[in-house]
Structure formats: structure tokens, C-alpha cells
Nanobody, 124 residues
């Protein structure tokens, strides 16, 4: 059983930055693929990106290129999401998702383990 816990969310003004963290435990971290999803009020959960077991990053949100950066630190068993130049439309609950397959997908059903989410609120 993989335990997943996000942290780092909060309230920030437009133009600001946040770094979200996702700690995963209970499995060989090096073999995991980990992704970030977000769900805004009234919208479906959407994939932001993923890092495979080999460190390959997949970005799934074209509009976020350059503002959102995903990375992993295997030594710290942690996945990160660096968010810069935040906009009001970035307001959402952010979720970390984990699969033991080691491969990435933009489909939520691909990931078996999920955190509880961390809220990001951007005010203009």
C-alpha cells in the first residue's frame, strides 16, 4: 500500500509562486511514476503532468508550459510542482497521483494511489 501526502498549498496573490510537494511511502520510490492533477470548482479533474520512473517528464497542460514545472527527488521520495506567475484560473485542489507501473499517463484511472489534495487559491 502506497501512502501519498501533498503539502505546500495556500493562498497567494496573482503573479506569485508556490511549490507543492508530494511525499510517497510504502513502495520502492525509484520504481514509481508520479503525477499531478488539479480540479477547479465545477470542473473535472485534469492532468498537469507526470514524471516516470526514469525521470522523463510529461506535461499535459499546454497552456501551463513554462509556468508549471514538475520534478522528483528520489533521495527524498518526493515529487514537486513548482508554480510561477500564478493566475486566478490556477485556483483548484491539487492532487498527487502514483502508479507502481513506472509509466505516465494523463488518465486519472491509470493511477491507483492518491493523496487527499492540497488547496491552492489565487486572488487577483
Amino acid at each position: 500500500q502506497v501512502q501519498v501526502m501533498e503539502s505546500g498549498g495556500g493562498a497567494v496573490q496573482a503573479g506569485g509562486s508556490l511549490r507543492l510537494s508530494c511525499k510517497a511511502s510504502g513502495a520502492d520510490f525509484d520504481g514509481l511514476a508520479l503525477g499531478w492533477f488539479r480540479q477547479a470548482p465545477g470542473k473535472e479533474r485534469a492532468a498537469i503532468g507526470c514524471v516516470s520512473r526514469f525521470g522523463a517528464v510529461r506535461n499535459y497542460g499546454d497552456s501551463d508550459l513554462g509556468r508549471l514545472t514538475i520534478s522528483r527527488d528520489n533521495a527524498k521520495t518526493t515529487l514537486y510542482l513548482q508554480m510561477n506567475s500564478l493566475q486566478s484560473e490556477d485556483t483548484a485542489m491539487y492532487y498527487c497521483a502514483v502508479t507502481t507501473s513506472g509509466a505516465c499517463s494523463d488518465a486519472a484511472a491509470w493511477y491507483k494511489y492518491w493523496g487527499q489534495g492540497t488547496q491552492v487559491t489565487v486572488s487577483s
